[in-house]
């Protein structure tokens, strides 16, 4: 499989769950390291958010990477360096994004991290920050989570973005703090 035919595949996987991994959080601070290594001084800072950031949880086995700057432009400026290290991106997904810009690291045809880069301490940065340390800090809630995110994975299996769209409920109603 080439470049062009492993990263199409990345984009079309189908939404499958895997039991929690301990390895992820090593993932994650490896991943980190190496993007401060080839981005120095590019963030403010790097958290590892989403399900693989919560013990116990099933997720994708795509680790989420939030990377603070200290502007949009900044983010912007950002893009080019950050596909040179290993990721790829869609403009035309990104163009529609307004509070962040979006970016994917893959690997034999399937997606291994999600580079999230918004203002440090912004909105978009809290409340991804805050919903993990919920879900962290409130094991029942997790519960809830993993089974929702169970039964959409089944019901959204080829339609990754419908799958996203439908936890959003979840999350907004445990951000408003009425979980």
């Not at 940065?125 to 094991?139: G, I, N």
């Amino acid at each position: 499989m080439n470049d062009q035919e492993s990263l199409l595949a990345a984009l079309h996987e189908e939404v499958r769950l895997h039991g929690y991994d301990p390895a992820w959080p090593s993932r994650f601070a490896a991943e980190r390291d190496r993007l401060v290594s080839s981005l120095p001084e590019a963030f403010v800072e790097i958290q590892h958010i989403g399900s693989t950031a919560v013990p116990g949880l099933p997720a994708k086995p795509i680790i989420d990477i939030l990377a603070g700057v200290r502007s949009m432009a900044e983010a912007e400026s950002l893009a080019e360096r950050i596909c040179r290290s290993g990721y790829t991106t869609s403009a035309e997904f990104n163009a529609s994004l307004h509070d962040r810009r979006w970016f994917m690291r893959w690997a034999d045809g399937r997606r291994t991290h999600h580079l999230h880069v918004v203002v440090h301490d912004s909105q978009a940065w809290r409340e991804r920050v805050d919903f993990r340390d919920a879900l962290r800090s409130r094991p029942e809630l997790a519960s809830r989570y993993a089974a929702l995110k169970s039964q959409l994975a089944l019901r959204h299996a080829t339609d990754r973005e419908a799958y996203t769209e439908a936890k959003s409920e979840f999350v907004r109603s445990v951000l408003a703090g009425a979980c």
